[in-house]
């Protein structure tokens, strides 16, 4: 980079020192400011090379899907007893039975990341599949069959039959987390069944949350439409760093906002899908939140970026590790935890039975523990599961202790009745708030009736006299705010509590 700055000077005038002073500070700052200037040649002058490359890998997948059953259409329901009760019955069963199957077709996008014909795509493009056919720009067709996919990051592998063993053009996986915002990106797909369209842009953002999933999204101006749906997303290498996946539309068009599965994160689950048929995470067994900054304000801490546990499960590689409630997880397995979120997507990503170095803060005290990830159990990971009947180590009674009234709250010790009052789970122990008053800090926190306090300032309690304590302490030493772990109604959280003064 070249920076010039140039003055014409009277050499007859005179310039007094001081001035001359001032004159070279000037330049040196203006020098020091100046902002790069972007070359001509920074821009790509044509991306033609890079698509006459890349597109013969490129496919449409178009689907087609047997529906049973009349979808929305319903017969009325009539109340039981009613009048013609069993010739309605008789009506609506009749009328279930005159309904033919239907098909419904659909349109989507994938590429060829293996020469032997593995095709990726998104899973909501294959979804329930009777039949798919895979389309390549020069009209060459071929059924498939799926191979793996995964709800959870909606990804699907296909593998194209063939009979002749003929090789396909196929693409390579690059590295996402060498993209910077700003980087040129390409988008090859069927947007509205216009097979083989091309669309540039940059890359906008990273990690974008959208939806239930545990991905972590790049974000692309890329026009991306319906019918990109599982689509690639290149670099100017030609290296495939983003599976085109979702955009951000009230109309249904582009609007400029498109998101991609980063291409680290696809391939993990593309390697599992090829290996297993189906993707195994990681599990630690906690519940979390994001440490905000009025919880570390209240602790005293100088972190701002973490997962604060709320609880452990038992029985998991977090109870094993011995984690805690109120424990700061800031890194994982060598990687910053940034909220809850990317620990979330750390842990999932991790392989099942590997021992993780994990940092932790715990009553203001950094400390690192290692704990061996479990699998994600099925009910977690979206599906159905019967729940296991715990041991009964935690049926403790709370006996002896008085109800306590404190910053509004009337609090009482746990015992069988509350847990029937309230529908308190077993495994969850402390002190139950009975009522609080609306006009308080703890109502306008959200503490209600039926509430259970578990940990103040990460101290467990067991008492209503215990709580009251450490809140009168916390007034005596000077402090506004205390930290209260409740559960309330099965979801549990860190609460900062302000105080009162006030006797």
Not at 170 to 177: I, L, M, T
Not at 217 to 227: E, L, W
Request: glycine fraction near 8%; proline fraction near 4%.
């Amino acid at each position: 980079m070249r920076t010039y700055f140039t003055k014409t000077i009277d050499q007859r005038a005179t310039v007094s020192p001081l001035k001359a002073l001032g004159v070279a500070l000037l330049v040196a700052a203006m020098a020091a400011t100046v902002v790069p200037t972007v070359r001509a040649d920074d821009r790509p002058d044509t991306f033609a090379n890079l698509v006459e490359t890349l597109s013969p890998a490129v496919v449409n997948i178009s689907t087609v899907q047997t529906i049973r059953g009349r979808g929305n259409r319903r017969v009325p329901q009539i109340p039981e007893g009613m009048p013609f009760e069993e010739f309605w019955e008789q009506f609506r069963d009749r009328f279930d039975e005159d309904e033919e199957p239907r098909q419904a077709r659909s349109l989507g996008s994938g590429f060829v990341i293996d020469k032997s014909g593995i095709v990726i795509t998104n899973n909501h493009v294959v979804e329930d599949a009777d039949e798919i056919t895979v389309s390549f720009p020069n009209r060459d067709d071929y059924t498939a069959e799926v191979i793996g996919r995964d709800a959870l990051s909606d990804l699907a592998v296909l593998k194209i039959n063939h009979e002749n063993g003929e090789d396909f053009p196929a693409v390579e996986w690059g590295n996402d987390e060498s993209s910077r915002i700003g980087d040129w990106v390409i988008a090859i797909g069927n947007p509205f069944g216009q097979s083989g369209t091309v669309t540039a842009g940059i890359i906008s953002a990273r990690n974008r949350t959208v939806g239930q999933t545990d991905v972590a999204f790049i974000q692309t101006d890329a026009s991306i439409n319906r019918g990109n749906s599982g689509g690639p997303l290149f670099n100017m290498s030609g290296e495939v760093i983003g599976v085109n996946t979702a955009i951000f539309s009230p109309s249904g068009g582009n609007v400029g906002i498109g998101f991609s599965i980063p291409s680290n994160h696809a391939k993990n689950v593309v390697e599992q899908l090829r290996e297993y048929g189906s993707v195994r995470r990681g599990w630690l067994g906690v519940s979390i939140q994001p440490l905000t900054d009025d919880i570390a304000e209240t602790l005293d801490l100088d972190i701002d970026e973490g997962a604060m546990v709320t609880r452990v499960e038992p029985d998991s590689p977090a109870a094993a590790a011995e984690l805690e409630e109120g424990d700061i997880i800031v890194l994982w397995d060598g990687q910053e935890v940034i909220d809850s979120a990317s620990l979330s997507r750390l842990v999932k990503r991790t392989p099942i039975d590997k021992a993780v170095d994990v940092v932790i803060v715990r009553e203001g005290e950094r400390q690192t523990i290692q704990v061996r990830t479990g699998a994600l159990p099925a009910a977690l990971a979206g599906l159905q599961q019967q729940e296991e009947e715990e041991d009964g180590e935690n049926d403790r009674r709370r006996e002896g202790s008085d109800r306590e009234l404190t910053e509004g709250m009337e609090l009482a010790p746990m015992n069988d009745s509350l847990r029937q009052r309230f529908d308190i789970n077993e495994d969850v122990d402390g002190v139950v708030v009975m009522r609080v008053s609306r006009r308080t800090a703890a109502y306008r926190a959200g503490i209600r009736s039926g509430a259970v306090i578990i940990r103040v300032n990460n101290r467990r309690v067991e008492s209503p006299s215990e709580v009251a304590d450490l809140f009168d302490e916390a007034v005596d030493a000077g402090r506004d705010r205390i930290l209260v772990l409740i559960n309330l109604r099965g979801n549990t959280a860190h609460i900062p509590l302000r105080l009162s003064t006030e006797d």
